[in-house]
């Protein structure tokens, strides 16, 4: 289990990060009932997934470890 290194690299942490965000500004805009502002929520979330996705087509995503013929796990 100590191989798997899930979410930690440049691509997850952005997209997390401008997600939270998101969300936050979505969820103040229903507190305050403000539609620009759930619109700009709404948009970053487009945003979010999107630089993420580019930056892991980039290289800065998690890389995959290989597996070898050697494994002794179930599949």
Same mark, same amino acid.
């Given at each position: 289990? =100590?191989?798997h290194r899930d979410g +930690?690299? #440049?691509a997850a942490w952005t997209g997390v990060a401008i @997600? @939270? @965000? =998101?969300t936050?500004?979505?969820s103040l805009a229903i507190v305050i009932a403000s539609w620009p502002m759930a619109i700009v929520g709404i948009v970053l979330v487009v945003v979010g997934v999107a630089a993420g996705k580019i @930056? =892991?087509?980039a290289g800065y995503g +998690? #890389?995959?470890p290989e597996e070898s013929s050697t494994s002794t796990e179930a599949r």
């Amino acid at each position: 289990m =100590a191989e798997h290194r899930d979410g +930690q690299s #440049t691509a997850a942490w952005t997209g997390v990060a401008i @997600l @939270l @965000l =998101a969300t936050f500004l979505i969820s103040l805009a229903i507190v305050i009932a403000s539609w620009p502002m759930a619109i700009v929520g709404i948009v970053l979330v487009v945003v979010g997934v999107a630089a993420g996705k580019i @930056l =892991a087509m980039a290289g800065y995503g +998690q #890389t995959k470890p290989e597996e070898s013929s050697t494994s002794t796990e179930a599949r």
